[in-house]
């Protein structure tokens, strides 16, 4: 006759199974989130009548904000801050993004409340570096 009953061991909850299903999911949540950068500037430009000119696609365009900060943009989804504000080396950048092609058109779009020292500083530079077609952006003016 046996007087010992059978010992059990105790309970035990296995966590490693959990954690795998865990981190799966951690890994599976990373993997298929996507990050966007946006990075576009918000400008409020100046308004002002006058004939509405188009440029072709391969011209450049020189951003000025509301600080003063210049940013050059070849296409629309492209912008490269200058971060030395110096003229000599916003005219450089302007030199090599130019290249050989004088003829490439520069849109200079300065939001609505950047100083004017900063527009004619970009102005001032980009006669420098020896753009010839030379325009400014606005806006067409509210209708009343």
Same mark, same amino acid.
Do not use: C, W
């Given at each position: 006759?046996?007087?010992?009953?059978?010992?059990?061991?105790?309970?035990?909850?296995?966590?490693? $199974?959990? !954690?795998?299903?865990?981190?799966?999911? %951690? /890994?599976?949540? &990373?993997?298929?989130?996507?990050? +966007?950068?946006?990075?576009?500037?918000?400008?409020?430009?100046?308004?002002?009548?006058?004939?509405?000119?188009?440029?072709?696609?391969?011209?450049?365009?020189?951003?000025?904000?509301?600080?003063?900060?210049?940013?050059?943009?070849?296409?629309?989804?492209?912008?490269?801050?200058?971060?030395? $504000?110096? !003229?000599?080396?916003?005219?450089?950048? %302007? /030199?090599?993004? &130019?290249?050989?092609?004088?003829? +490439?058109?520069?849109?200079?779009?300065?939001?609505?409340?950047?100083?004017?020292?900063?527009?004619?500083?970009?102005?001032?530079?980009?006669?420098?570096?020896?753009?010839?077609?030379?325009?400014?952006?606005?806006?067409?003016?509210?209708?009343?």
């Amino acid at each position: 006759m046996n007087f010992h009953p059978n010992k059990r061991p105790p309970l035990e909850i296995n966590l490693t $199974p959990m !954690i795998d299903v865990v981190f799966l999911l %951690l /890994i599976f949540f &990373m993997v298929s989130t996507t990050f +966007t950068r946006e990075t576009g500037l918000n400008l409020d430009l100046p308004e002002a009548k006058g004939d509405v000119t188009t440029t072709d696609s391969a011209g450049i365009t020189l951003l000025i904000d509301a600080k003063g900060k210049y940013f050059i943009s070849t296409t629309e989804n492209t912008k490269a801050q200058i971060v030395d $504000p110096r !003229i000599t080396t916003l005219r450089n950048e %302007l /030199i090599t993004v &130019m290249g050989n092609r004088p003829e +490439t058109p520069l849109v200079i779009s300065a939001d609505n409340k950047t100083p004017h020292q900063f527009v004619i500083k970009a102005l001032d530079t980009a006669s420098q570096a020896g753009f010839k077609r030379i325009a400014f952006a606005t806006k067409e003016p509210k209708k009343i």
